[in-house]
């Protein structure tokens, strides 16, 4: 255990790296755009979700698709994204970028502790400020349940773990930045290019395969996008724990300027040798957890019993371009739920750019399916036309039993009224906050 002395300093540094920050004009910015911005995502959502719910109202049928995870949380939660990608790495960058800049960091790094541990200060310090920040975020959840709104805690709890990870990503990347470069605007520049760069990487291969798709699946946006829809899978927390464990020993590693540049290097290499295996692990982890309160990313439990019990391998040939909507589709509803229970599942795609010469190929759109030495062809998509014929090819029998549907939560409701609050209330007390703070030298 670490010293009465060790855990007072600890304390006292947590205090300073927070002062500093209240000190900082962009901590202050950072949390009045958050409000404007939560704001206005969370009054178009509800006013949207208010005018699909009065046609709900006169269709029953079409109350099933009110969903507040997809139509209220996430728009929401877009604030949210916005500000932790393009504002959050320039209040970042000043934990490390600033004690460079006026000589305190050579202070800090002659104190009894680790450089481990001062990083580590630095990001409880942000944690807690990225904490404070999401106080627009609840104020609409509460304005939300007010209203007469249906909240999932199970969701609610996913998305938060998910922007925690990938908002804890952006800081430690900032913080990486801000220690390998000599001025503040090169290290926003820096981490900017790295954030923007991942965004732009999940962008250009949506709908590839190959090696697109797997510089794909490690984007942080992707990995976000895919808590935020209800679904845990083993893949998004390794992948952002092994960015956050990367980006930090970077830091710890780059951060002292009395190491020599090769040691860095070599360090560095070594880093990434001894962490690169974590999300590769990931991977041959099958398990997942589906939080959605209506089961959207999971079979019906017969279904699901049955294909888990296959043993033998189930084959797919689809003769469609993954860039044909029905192909998505199929991704969507089918394949991706295919590949989270069989066990022994193998997906052949032969259609790659023909999506435009589709009229004159009879093949195309077809779906063939093989099992225990028998195949089958469809040209549906649906779940409800492939799983019988998987069902028949591997001779299961399935009984549904009767289960309630999910009744969805339609909402006839008027957020407009809370604009007051994300619009002046809110922003006027983060800016007289700032002032305050920096008039009495917090």
């Not at 719910?53 to 996430?74: D, H, R, Y």
């Not at 003769?319 to 969507?332: A, G, V």
């Not at 957020?415 to 994300?422: G, H, N, T």
Request: charged content about 15%.
């Amino acid at each position: 255990m670490p010293s009465p002395e060790k855990r007072s300093q600890t304390g006292l540094l947590l205090v300073q790296e927070l002062r500093s920050l209240l000190l900082s004009p962009v901590l202050w910015g950072m949390f009045i755009t958050m409000s404007l911005l939560t704001g206005y995502s969370f009054i178009e959502a509800v006013d949207l979700f208010a005018r699909a719910s009065k046609t709900a109202a006169s269709f029953a049928e079409l109350a099933a698709g009110m969903n507040p995870l997809q139509g209220i949380l996430v728009p929401t939660f877009g604030a949210c994204y916005l500000v932790e990608t393009l504002l959050l790495p320039f209040v970042a960058i000043r934990l490390i970028g600033l004690d460079k800049q006026t000589g305190t960091l050579k202070l800090l790094l002659q104190l009894p502790l680790s450089t481990t541990a001062l990083c580590g200060i630095k990001v409880g310090a942000m944690g807690l400020v990225w904490l404070f920040s999401l106080l627009p975020i609840g104020l609409a959840l509460l304005i939300f349940h007010v209203l007469g709104g249906h909240v999932h805690l199970p969701e609610v709890v996913l998305l938060f773990a998910a922007h925690g990870l990938y908002g804890l990503s952006i800081i430690v990347i900032a913080m990486f930045a801000a220690a390998i470069s000599d001025s503040l605007p090169t290290a926003a520049m820096l981490s900017l290019a790295v954030t923007l760069g991942l965004w732009v990487l999940d962008f250009a291969a949506a709908g590839h395969q190959g090696f697109p798709a797997v510089l794909g699946s490690l984007s942080l946006t992707g990995l976000l996008r895919q808590m935020e829809n209800g679904l845990l899978t083993s893949r998004p927390p390794a992948v952002f724990g092994t960015v956050i464990l990367f980006f930090f020993f970077l830091t710890v590693l780059w951060i002292h300027p009395g190491r020599r540049r090769f040691v860095k290097m070599a360090g560095s290499l070594g880093l990434l040798l001894c962490l690169a295996w974590l999300p590769i692990a990931a991977q041959l982890v099958h398990g997942s957890l589906d939080v959605t309160e209506n089961r959207v990313h999971s079979f019906a439990p017969e279904d699901a019993a049955a294909l888990r019990g296959l043993d033998d391998t189930l084959t797919l040939t689809i003769h469609m371009d993954p860039l044909d909507s029905r192909y998505q589709d199929l991704q969507r509803d089918l394949l991706a739920k295919l590949r989270r229970t069989v066990r022994h599942l193998e997906v052949r795609t032969r259609g790659s750019g023909r999506m435009f010469a589709a009229a004159g190929d009879d093949t195309y759109g077809m779906i063939e399916i093989a099992c225990r030495g028998k195949k089958e062809q469809t040209y549906s998509n649906s779940a409800e036309e492939i799983l019988p014929i998987i069902y028949s090819l591997a001779g299961i029998k399935v009984v549904h039993a009767p289960a309630p549907g999910y009744p969805g939560y339609p909402l006839v409701a008027d957020a407009r009224p809370s604009r007051w609050l994300f619009y002046v209330v809110l922003p006027l007390f983060f800016l007289g906050a700032g002032i305050y703070c920096r008039k009495q030298g917090l």
